[in-house]
């Protein structure tokens, strides 16, 4: 699927997105840790959502280099791709959680998406999470 193709209003469940790795912070053992799925807390507040792209794989090398690490020693250290259907479908046993992956796009991302948690129907942010997850 091309970038002209894409819809910023909605996200097919064929679709793929990348969550940007850094290292040490998101890896742990030569795998990818929890810890780079977590919600945090950030100078403008607590994040409600996990920052994904949407984006062609051949670019999102290219593309993810200008991300900046949040933790002082962290490096860039690639990406992990996820499908669209498979992030929606995660906690479907559980009547009371739903995932949603809704697009984000802003000027100098425009395929940028989130991936949020809802529990009873409330958004859930990283004030509503244990620090201590590792």
């Given at each position: 699927?091309?970038?002209?193709?894409?819809?910023?209003?909605?996200?097919?469940?064929?679709?793929?997105?990348?969550?940007?790795?850094?290292?040490?912070?998101?890896?742990?053992?030569?795998?990818?840790?929890?810890?780079?799925?977590?919600?945090?807390?950030?100078r403008?507040?607590?994040?409600?959502y996990?920052?994904?792209?949407?984006?062609?794989?051949?670019k999102?090398?290219?593309?993810?280099?200008?991300?900046?690490?949040?933790?002082?020693?962290?490096?860039?250290?690639?990406?992990?791709?996820?499908?669209?259907?498979?992030?929606?479908?995660?906690?479907?046993?559980?009547?009371?959680?739903?995932?949603?992956?809704?697009?984000?796009?802003?000027?100098?991302?425009?395929?940028?998406?989130?991936?949020?948690?809802y529990i009873?129907?409330?958004?859930?942010?990283?004030k509503?999470?244990?620090s201590?997850?590792?």
């Amino acid at each position: 699927m091309t970038d002209k193709k894409k819809s910023l209003d909605f996200i097919l469940d064929a679709e793929k997105v990348a969550r940007i790795l850094f290292s040490p912070s998101h890896i742990a053992e030569g795998r990818v840790s929890p810890k780079a799925f977590r919600l945090e807390i950030l100078r403008g507040g607590a994040e409600d959502y996990i920052s994904v792209l949407r984006d062609e794989e051949e670019k999102l090398q290219q593309v993810s280099v200008n991300f900046k690490p949040r933790t002082q020693g962290d490096k860039i250290y690639g990406y992990t791709l996820l499908k669209a259907n498979e992030i929606r479908e995660l906690d479907t046993e559980l009547e009371n959680r739903t995932v949603t992956l809704t697009p984000k796009p802003s000027k100098n991302l425009p395929l940028h998406a989130g991936i949020s948690l809802y529990i009873n129907n409330k958004k859930i942010t990283a004030k509503d999470v244990s620090s201590d997850i590792d």
